[in-house]
């Protein structure tokens, strides 16, 4: 009996990863042209085996009958604002980054998290908080260990804009008062290098600068704003974010905004409402992405024009043409909402696809730009946005064909993310 005590700590046991087999109905792994057939895809652990054929599925598996529906990669969202929950209005900011503490608010954020994975987004970008500080890499965190559910999460943390270029403004209330700010303010390009250093040492994976502001129409029709940052600055934060092996993404609307932005290295052009074909050629060339948020920008144009900003409305009648050129360009177009920016509970990130498919692109490009397109933006290649052997076993299911009818991507009814089933 000894020797066998002795034989059992030697040789311990070793714990086999479950394995789980989805029998899907049509396969759009992120890759292919087109949609697969008779398809099942084997996940071991937190991975995909293998891509089988149904009659491989041995007759003792464990098997989730997913034949009826579409089965795709889990959705990535590479532009949200988990702190937020909708911002029409200054009135509607202000509230949230005055009355709402940041506990509360991070209360919310795990809220909007749930709703975000409910609804097959497994990963999201967060580009900046609006005043929480740090607490989106309290959210990743949370996530990451288990304690709330929700997507895999690449966070900006502050976001870097320079001195009274942002709200709160200071002009709205009394000079006595020092007012909070969405983002960190700097002044100087030593003041952007240590804002960068220090956002990367609370747990950036990603830096977030606003390129631009104060957006007008010119006399020859085109869209003129006025960049935030000098020469220096902006280079200095680009430089800074290279260094460190993180990637840069810029809010720029108009080209004054944006090609200063990739001039100086951003990854990633946020909205680029009224963007340019010299911007197009120029994202091509340096292999960056366009991330334009359409939802976010058809659900506050109107009423932001209302109000007195005219020409948020303007680019928004506008942005079809510019963004059915971009696509005959081959411009990298990634999906993005901007969730925050509208509320959370009242409109689902997945009306993006509607609005690419309308605007020029295929169905299946319009999938692709939430799958493989944003893992690509993510440096995520292999592992995020494809059903194949080796990634990550983040997969969902609609009901209905989506490249038939792309709205189909709205009724997520079964998500799976890291292998352990999420919806069902």
């Known amino acids: 009996m000894k020797k066998l005590l002795v034989l059992f700590f030697l040789f311990p046991v070793v714990l086999m990863a479950q394995t789980t087999i989805l029998k899907c109905g049509n396969l759009i792994d992120g890759k292919s042209a087109q ?7 084997v996940v071991e652990g937190k991975l995909i085996r293998e891509i089988i054929e149904w009659d491989k599925i041995p007759a003792n598996a464990n098997v989730i009958d997913l034949s009826s529906k579409t089965v795709l990669p889990g959705l990535i969202d590479c532009h949200t604002h988990v702190l937020l929950q909708g911002d029409i209005t200054a009135e509607e900011y202000n509230a949230q980054v005055l009355k709402e503490s940041i506990p509360y608010r991070t209360l919310r954020a795990s ?18 908080t609006e005043g929480a500080m740090y607490a989106d890499v309290d959210v990743k965190k949370a996530i990451n260990n288990g304690i709330i559910p929700g997507p895999r999460m690449y966070v900006a943390t502050r976001g ?26 700097v002044n100087g ?41 000098t020469q220096e600055e902006i ?40 963007i340019s074909e010299e911007c197009m050629d120029l994202l091509v060339q340096k292999g960056a992405f366009w991330v334009p948020t359409i939802t976010v920008i058809d659900y506050v144009a109107e009423g932001r024009a209302k109000l007195g900003a ?27 909402t901007d969730a925050g920016g509208f509320d959370w509970q009242k409109l689902p990130q997945s009306r993006e696809f509607s609005f690419y498919v309308k605007y020029g692109m295929t169905p299946m490009q319009a999938i692709q730009s939430a799958t493989t397109v944003a893992a690509d933006l993510l440096d995520k290649a292999g592992q995020l946005g494809e059903i194949t052997k080796g990634a ?14 792309i709205e189909a991507m709205e009724k997520v009814i079964f998500v799976m993310k890291d292998g352990k089933i999420e919806k069902q």
């Open 35 to 41: 949609a697969l057939g008779k398809k099942a895809v």
């Open 392 to 405: 990550f076993a983040d997969i969902i299911a609609v009901d209905g064909d989506p490249l038939q009818k």
């Open 189 to 229: 390009a030593d003041e952007a290098r240590k804002a960068v250093r220090e956002q990367i040492s609370y747990g950036a994976d990603w830096i977030k600068i606003y390129a631009d502001r104060s957006y007008y129409k010119k006399n020859d029709g085109t869209f003129g704003s006025i960049p935030n940052f």
């Open 160 to 185: 870097i804009n320079t001195y009274g270029h942002y709200p709160i403004s200071n002009g709205e209330y009394s000079w006595e008062l020092h007012m909070p700010k969405g983002i960190q303010e």
């Open 310 to 336: 005219v020409s948020y409305f303007q680019m928004y009648q506008e942005l079809q043409p510019r963004f059915k050129k971009a696509v005959q360009k081959g411009v990298k177009i990634a999906f993005g």
């Open 111 to 128: 809220v909007a998290c749930k709703i975000a994975l409910m609804n097959g987004f497994t990963t999201m970008r967060d580009v900046e």
């Open 235 to 274: 280079s200095a934060v680009a430089e800074e974010t290279i260094k460190s092996r993180k990637m840069l993404a810029a809010h720029a609307i108009t080209p004054d905004g944006i090609l200063y932005a990739l001039k100086a290295g951003a990854r990633t052009i946020e909205h680029g409402t009224a």
